[in-house]
């Protein structure tokens, strides 16, 4: 399917990779409604299609995204926004994701850029990348969950510092408070996001959907209801054929050929 704001390609042995790179260059990927569609309809159908392991999010090497589009919001009055629901469908697919989802960041990830890379499983960061939530300069607060998802990364005093007074941070400073895995040049940003999502690809598809779940519920409950929650999902793998192979594998000294069942 051709897409207007987004470009989709398939990578991986078998193809198992399915990249998403933002693509509205002449406004460094700000995110409008018809991108968010177009982003919702190729996650929904990499989602639907089996023989997608992982899926990696990334823009360009200027930015993964400078926020959501500030020409769309502009206009806008509180009744609009409250009676359109003003840029609320869809702004939550990527949350939704049940399979492993990557985010490759390069240059700014500013607001709704920055949430929605903190809305996947992973930011994998170049050394160039810009973080921030700079909403405060424009009269207005984080809307997709900044205020809530950076003060889990990165604590209260910093976050407090990011959204009181919209500075950026960098990918260093990124990756020693927790918001970004790693750092890598930017001109590797891609094939080191396609390595981790290889690796992803070669284990079993349900374990690590049902692993990414167990992880999530860590920002959702109390530990005690997080550990008997990860618990319950533990036992139900015995009940998989990917299972049996890993562990009959290990004990014979191969490597494992999962069936993804
Ligand atoms: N929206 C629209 N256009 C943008 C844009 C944005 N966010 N960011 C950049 N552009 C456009 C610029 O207007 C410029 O267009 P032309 O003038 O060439 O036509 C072009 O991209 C290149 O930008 P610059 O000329 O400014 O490039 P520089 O390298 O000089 O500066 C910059 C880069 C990233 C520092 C600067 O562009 C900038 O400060 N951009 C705005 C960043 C920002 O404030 N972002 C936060 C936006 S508010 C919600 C969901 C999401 C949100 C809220 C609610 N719900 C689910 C309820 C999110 C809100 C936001 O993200």
Not at 55 to 81: H, Q, R, V, Y
Not at 98 to 107: D, E, H, L, M, T
Not at 188 to 212: H, R
Request: proline share 3%; net charge negative.
């Amino acid at each position: 399917m051709a897409y207007e704001n987004i470009l989709v390609e398939t990578k991986g042995a078998g193809g198992g990779i399915g990249i998403i790179t933002l693509d509205r260059p002449e406004a460094l990927n700000a995110l409008n409604a018809a991108l968010i569609t177009d982003l919702g309809q190729a996650l929904d159908s990499y989602e639907a299609d089996e023989n997608i392991g992982c899926i990696i999010l990334t823009g360009s090497n200027k930015a993964f995204a400078a926020g959501a589009d500030i020409s769309e919001m502009a206009p806008k009055s509180f009744m609009d926004a409250y009676r359109e629901n003003f840029i609320t469908d869809g702004w939550e697919r990527v949350s939704q994701c049940r399979k492993p989802i990557i985010a490759a960041v390069a240059g700014f990830a500013l607001g709704g850029g920055c949430e929605m890379a903190m809305m996947c499983d992973m930011i994998i960061a170049a050394d160039n990348a810009k973080f921030g939530q700079p909403e405060i300069n424009l009269g207005v607060i984080p809307g997709a969950g900044g205020t809530q998802r950076l003060t889990r990364f990165v604590g209260k005093s910093k976050a407090m510092e990011m959204i009181l007074t919209g500075r950026m941070m960098s990918a260093e400073e990124a990756e020693r408070a927790g918001l970004a895995s790693r750092v890598v040049p930017v001109d590797d940003l891609l094939e080191e996001a396609i390595g981790v999502a290889e690796k992803i690809c070669k284990l079993s598809q349900p374990m690590t959907m049902i692993a990414k779940e167990c992880v999530n519920r860590a920002y959702e409950t109390t530990l005690a209801e997080g550990v008997r929650f990860e618990r319950r999902m533990f036992h139900s793998t015995f009940s998989t054929e990917d299972k049996a192979e890993g562990m009959a594998a290990f004990l014979e000294k191969r490597t494992a050929k999962f069936k993804h069942r």
